[in-house]
């Protein structure tokens, strides 16, 4: 075990237990100090993201993966945005809620409290350094942040960024640490840190999920892959359906809540698949189908059964025809990662019946899954985005970020 990684991880346990004393205007001064000092040191954070951006060119990462390791002045505005919009956000550390008096006068009830040490295991993006610091600097949680090799030189210069911010507010600059080995040694000595860190987050790609769920003795919450449909259903807008399918492929295609597979209802298909086909050419998508799809557009490949169960994060879609909705929402309870799945319909009834019986952490109805994120939600940031139903679901913002403790307040009184 690595005496400099117990000692870092030891750091963040003793800051995450001082952050729970400061108010939320310190917080708040923290997160403007962060933001100032992003600005200041745009060129800085450009100069090492380049570094990380001519090694993935170099390892032939695709382009899907390079944009979402870039860091340019748009990412770094972005970056200013969340801790602005984490500022505005109500703190919800030591919020009192469920008070109710009993029968002998005691007073029961909940404050919701930080988690205390968050690991976060992430791959790629370098921006998740700064979601997350806003999200714990906020909730009073301290992190350890594990980013993957692609990323390390931005992601370093991040974190030094977020210190020096947490200490020009006078809060301690240990409740945010990176782990700086790439290796993946350093992330079983992590997932074995179970005295100092209280939940393991793993956000990336599903190799890496089963990695941490195998070797974690430290609860998890998991991130988990992005396997998201879309389903046309027979009443459904056809106009609406093209640009809302559009959307939900091609607006970002490499990011986990883009749309992977589409189902359409047999009897809109010969209708609705050409006009989304002269869509999805003009922007290189690679369309895969079964065979009722295929006859539909000729000269499309033919999906096999591992196309169902495959995040792309690319321009790449499968399509499949069904006869009924409920032939849809079998095929997503069977093949999605329960992450966000969506039905585009005129019919209310229909459109019930979709978000009742579909399993997943978002279920849309006439809209693209691409606004499953934190920041579209109105949670100013996310840790990352749940597929599991404990402890929470769908994207993890300030509030989840917290649990629960009782509180009783009593005039004396024993039992009896």
Not at 95 to 119: F, Y
Not at 200 to 215: C, H, Q, S, T
Not at 246 to 253: D, L, T
Request: charged share 25%; net charge neutral; glycine share 8%.
């Amino acid at each position: 075990m690595s005496t400099s990684l117990i000692e870092k991880v030891k750091k963040v346990k003793s800051a995450s237990r001082e952050l729970v004393k400061f108010n939320t205007d310190v917080k708040d001064l923290a997160l403007k100090q962060i933001a100032a000092e992003l600005d200041k040191q745009r060129e800085l954070i450009k100069g090492k993201n380049k570094i990380d951006l001519k090694n993935a060119v170099e390892k032939g990462m695709s382009n899907a993966l390079i944009d979402r390791l870039t860091m340019d002045d748009k990412q770094i505005d972005k970056m200013i945005k969340v801790l602005n919009d984490v500022i505005g956000l109500k703190d919800p550390v030591g919020e009192i809620c469920n008070m109710t008096t009993m029968p002998n006068g005691l007073k029961v009830g909940q404050m919701h409290m930080p988690l205390g040490v968050i690991g976060i295991i992430f791959e790629s993006r370098p921006n998740v350094c700064i979601e997350v610091a806003a999200l714990t600097i906020k909730s009073a949680n301290g992190v350890i942040l594990k980013g993957g090799s692609d990323a390390i030189n931005s992601n370093i210069c991040i974190t030094q960024i977020i210190k020096d911010g947490l200490k020009k507010a006078g809060l301690p600059e240990g409740a945010v640490e990176i782990v700086e080995s790439t290796d993946r040694e350093s992330v079983k000595e992590l997932l074995k840190l179970k005295d100092y860190i209280d939940v393991i987050i793993p956000r990336g790609g599903l190799n890496l999920i089963r990695f941490v769920e195998e070797n974690s003795v430290i609860p998890v919450i998991r991130h988990d892959q992005g396997i998201c449909h879309t389903y046309i259903d027979e009443y459904a807008d056809m106009d609406m359906a093209v640009k809302v399918c559009f959307n939900a492929k091609v607006q970002r295609p490499g990011v986990c809540n883009a749309m992977e597979t589409l189902l359409v209802h047999e009897i809109i298909a010969p209708f609705v698949l050409p006009k989304l086909k002269a869509e999805f050419d003009k922007a290189g998508v690679e369309l895969r189908g079964c065979d009722k799809t295929c006859s539909l557009l000729p000269g499309i490949k033919k999906a096999t059964d591992e196309d169902w169960i495959t995040e792309y994060l690319d321009l790449i879609l499968s399509i499949r025809v069904v006869s009924s909705i409920d032939e849809a929402i079998d095929h997503i309870n069977t093949y999605s990662s329960h992450h966000s799945d969506a039905i585009i319909s005129d019919n209310y009834q229909r459109g019930m019946q979709f978000i009742t019986e579909v399993d997943s952490a978002a279920c849309y109805i006439n809209a693209s899954t691409r606004f499953t994120d934190g920041n579209e939600f109105g949670l100013g940031a996310e840790m990352g985005i749940s597929n599991q139903k404990l402890h929470v679901r769908g994207p993890m913002g300030l509030r989840e970020l917290t649990s629960a403790k009782y509180i009783v307040l009593g005039n004396g009184q024993i039992r009896k």
